[in-house]
């Protein structure tokens, strides 16, 4: 895991008593709320419908057992006892007072944690793959290079004040597990016939109220061009991005409007303008911060195998672990996702818990997925039986990975002063209702995101199944969107028709399952079996 | 990070609000005129660029401008920083003043984007500017305030002449 050097915790020290520095001109009257809100958007923190919301950065969704003990901390000190993990690979509070908000953030850079640009109209955090380092189908780990754009992004002095948010995504697969296509830009490291190394640039994707897929801007970005290139893309984007209305401000709009093609070739333009400028770091910079992510001391030759005679650890097993490249290891997915529970949400004492088992089973280190979970990236296969009994006795072994239960949702109503419907309770009685009548595991793998509005921070647009909450005559109303996909095969869902009710939504979704079940052939997913026979037969069974 | 030479020097000030400047020069006595008439006519030797306009219609002209207006007519607008950064990759030595709404959280990455003259619509308390100015111990990018970044520090090499 990458550490901070004095020159990290420098900057980090003086954001942090920059930050003290606003909130006390604030608190005197010297700033108005007007200047103040991008402030301290930068440092993430949100003013919700009840109290302000923190948003701590977790770099590239990777964590070490120090750091998680802290958030648990901090939940227990500053909120109410429990922390939200996002879709952003990040963890929000939702009950802090401005006041504390510097000591919170002082308390975080003790442990090389920071708030910094997790909101705002700048670079935000930067995430990745969450196996990154232990998939076996990578083709290195993403995260030194998500660490060294996390570097070049923090406090850049030409992109504090983007026409709105850049989100940006480094994986380095063929699949895709962090909803790439849907970032204002997506990084594949991937390698040439030369076996080298090289970076694609997909620019313009994104969720929101007008969701678009990224396009393909350059295939062969050079490892030691990667900062140079980026700065390029974002220096086009700063120019001519529009800033007239807020709700076409992303790039993806700029893209849709001048067209991929035109886009590139002004990145291109300006890339050639930038590399006699000296923006790119030593490669040297890259090959230290490699170092970092090098891997821990496994243990070799081990053999692959786990004993499943217990029916309910095989069912998580099956279900919550996922290939390694070194033999005998696994990756094992805690799902935040308990029947009925709040999708991401987890106690102080199960952030401590989760710390604690990061450390004593996967070389101090654990993952938040962009699926709102958490993963330990390196368990020893012959000890899972023994993490599993830990964390079936925390109520943490719960076994839906990707399937029905494992829902997205965003905070919706219950906080949002944007939401027109709740989201959270829905996610209870959806996953409530798939485990009571026991269909959970017979359908299989099928992604349900929930936003309580059209700003789809809980990726509504990218579920095999979304829901997307409306304001109907003053009444909450659920649209349903069918066949949204953030994977390889990124795609878009689309709005089976008139919406429902709260209740009559989760009808809706039981009797859209009803009809996979009945259609579905050998092996078929959801998603495939909705690709195969469309909208009509699911628009009969709705609505007919 | 220098003080500003002309901090809180109050006669420098009624020449244009300049209210922090890291020249010595001479400042320009006349008034700046838009990039459209700039580019038009051939003696005014101070333009100032709006947030709309392309700041490389200036370059072919580096050589006659003695000062060059960003215009911020609100913070949040940050093209000026784009517009401030070119003009200084492309060589110009100028002055380069930031003007309208700027304030005290801005002038950090103002200054590294090669502002080097501020004149804020609205006087800035000083204690908290000369805070802000000093905001950065280090920096992680290279820009065009020729600091080195500390990706250069810690390998204790140049990497390129970082002031275009
Ligand atoms: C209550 C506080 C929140 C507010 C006010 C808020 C607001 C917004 C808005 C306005 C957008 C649309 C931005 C755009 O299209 O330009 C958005 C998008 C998004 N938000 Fe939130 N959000 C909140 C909480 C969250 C939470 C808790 C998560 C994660 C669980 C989240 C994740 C996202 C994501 C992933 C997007 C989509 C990004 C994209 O369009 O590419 N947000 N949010
Ligand atoms: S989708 Fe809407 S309701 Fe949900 S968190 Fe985002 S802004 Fe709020």
Request: net charge negative.
């Amino acid at each position: 895991m990458y550490q901070y050097d004095r020159y990290d915790q420098q900057m980090v020290d003086a954001r942090v008593a920059e930050f003290r520095d606003q909130v006390r001109r604030r608190l005197d009257g010297k700033l108005t709320e007007d200047q103040f809100k991008p402030l301290r958007l930068m440092n993430g923190l949100y003013l919700q419908l009840h109290a302000y919301m923190l948003r701590v950065a977790v770099p590239y969704g990777t964590l070490n057992s120090t750091q998680m003990h802290m958030l648990g901390t901090i939940a227990d000190k500053y909120d109410r006892g429990y922390g939200h993990f996002t879709t952003r690979q990040n963890i929000q509070y939702n009950w802090i007072k401005l006041e504390d908000a510097p000591d919170i953030l002082a308390e975080l850079s003790t442990v090389e944690m920071h708030a910094i640009q997790t909101s705002g109209n700048c670079i935000r955090n930067i995430s990745a793959d969450h196996f990154a380092g232990a998939a076996a189908d990578e083709v290195a780990d993403p995260r030194p290079y998500a660490e060294l754009m996390r570097q070049w992004s923090s406090f850049h002095p030409e992109f504090s004040y983007l026409p709105r948010k850049f989100k940006i995504a480094v994986i380095a697969s063929e699949t895709d597990r962090a909803a790439m296509r849907l970032h204002d830009i997506g990084i594949r490291i991937h390698k040439n016939d030369a076996g080298e190394l090289g970076a694609a640039f997909y620019v313009g994707g994104g969720m929101g109220r007008t969701p678009m897929i990224s396009h393909l801007v350059r295939e062969w970005v050079p490892l030691d061009r990667l900062i140079t290139y980026a700065e390029a893309c974002l220096r086009v984007y700063n120019r001519y991005g529009r800033r007239d209305n807020k709700y076409k401000a992303r790039i993806k709009i700029l893209l849709h409007e001048i067209g991929a093609e035109d886009y590139a070739a002004q990145v291109d333009a300006e890339y050639q303008q930038l590399l006699d400028q000296g923006v790119e770091p030593p490669f040297a910079e890259l090959q230290r911060i490699r170092t970092f992510f090098a891997d821990p001391p496994f243990v070799e030759g081990l053999s692959d195998g786990v004993d499943q005679s217990d029916p309910a650890f095989a069912a998580w097993v099956q279900q919550n672990t996922h290939l390694h490249r070194v033999h005998g290891y696994t990756s094992a997915t805690i799902s935040l996702k308990p029947v009925g529970g709040i999708p991401g949400d987890a106690t102080a004492a199960q952030i401590h818990l989760m710390a604690d088992l990061a450390k004593e089973f996967s070389f101090d280190e654990c993952r938040v997925t962009h699926a709102q979970n958490i993963v330990l990236p390196h368990v020893e296969q012959r000890r899972l039986y023994e993490l599993w009994q830990r964390l079936d006795t925390a109520g943490l072994a719960t076994a839906n990975l990707d399937n029905i239960g494992d829902i997205i949702a965003c905070p919706g109503l219950d906080y949002c002063s944007l939401a027109n419907a709740r989201a959270i309770p829905l996610a209870q009685k959806i996953s409530q209702r798939f485990s009571d009548n026991g269909k959970d595991a017979v359908i299989g793998e099928l992604k349900l995101k929930i936003s309580g509005c059209i700003n789809a921070c809980g990726h509504h647009h990218a579920g095999h199944i979304g829901v997307l909450g409306v304001d109907r005559k003053g009444r909450e109303n659920y649209q349903l969107l069918l066949g949204g996909s953030e994977g390889a095969d990124t795609s878009l869902g689309k709005i089976t028709g008139p919406g429902f009710d709260e209740d009559g939504v989760v009808d809706a979704i039981e009797k859209t399952t009803e009809v996979y079940l009945a259609q579905r052939q050998d092996g078929e997913r959801f998603l495939d079996t909705y690709r195969r026979i469309g909208m009509e037969p699911f628009k009969e069974a709705l609505y007919g | 990070m220098a003080e500003p030479i002309s901090g809180t020097d109050s006669e420098a000030r009624e020449l244009d609000d300049v209210q922090f400047r890291f020249r010595e020069d001479e400042m320009v006595d006349h008034p700046a005129v838009t990039v459209d008439a700039f580019v038009g006519q051939t003696n005014a030797s101070a333009v100032r660029i709006e947030p709309g306009d392309d700041a490389r219609d200036l370059l072919p002209h580096l050589g006659r401008i003695a000062l060059v207006e960003v215009n911020f007519p609100s913070f949040g607008d940050g093209r000026g920083y784009s517009a401030a950064r070119i003009l200084r990759e492309a060589g110009y030595q100028g002055e380069l003043r930031a003007v309208g709404d700027v304030l005290i959280d801005q002038l950090s990455h103002m200054r590294r984007c090669g502002f080097d003259s501020f004149a804020p619509g609205v006087r800035l308390d000083e204690e908290d500017a000369a805070r802000a100015f000093a905001t950065w111990p280090e920096v992680y990018q290279a820009a065009v305030d020729g600091r080195a970044p500390i990706w250069t520090l810690r390998h204790g090499e140049r990497n390129g002449d970082t002031n275009g």
